[in-house]
């Protein structure tokens, strides 16, 4: 069975940073590519990093430059490091795994940014 449990969310001043991680069973990190996404509210789930397994990363427009995605294929996690966070990228951030026809999501996580 595949789980993806996302942690690390929180409230945070404008300005700061936060870490999300990505805990994966069921499926290694290394060999799919995983991406992490976030939905505001009313709004649809979009894209913000993802890295596949060969190591290339591709980040929004709204976030490059202030956040990275990497992994840590020992501990089966993927990361997302969050800087100069805005009001903006205030949203629930989900973990998804793809490797092929399977995907994978995970139950997300709450970043709220206050100005």
């Known amino acids: 069975q595949v789980q993806l449990v996302e942690s690390g969310g929180g409230l945070v001043q404008a300005g700061g940073s936060l870490r999300l991680s990505c805990a994966a069973s069921?499926?290694?990190?290394?060999?799919?590519?995983m991406a992490w996404y976030l939905q505001a509210p009313g709004k649809q789930r979009e894209l913000v990093a993802a890295i596949t397994s060969g190591g290339n990363t591709n980040y929004s427009d709204s976030v490059k430059g202030r956040f990275t995605i990497s992994r840590d294929n020992a501990k089966n996690t993927v990361y997302l490091q969050m800087n100069s966070l805005k009001p903006d990228d205030t949203a629930v951030y989900y973990c998804?795994?793809?490797?092929?026809?399977?995907?994978?999501w995970g139950q997300g996580t709450q970043v709220t940014v206050s100005s």
């Open positions: 069921g499926i290694a990190v290394s060999i799919n590519t």
């Open positions: 998804k795994s793809q490797a092929g026809p399977f995907v994978y």
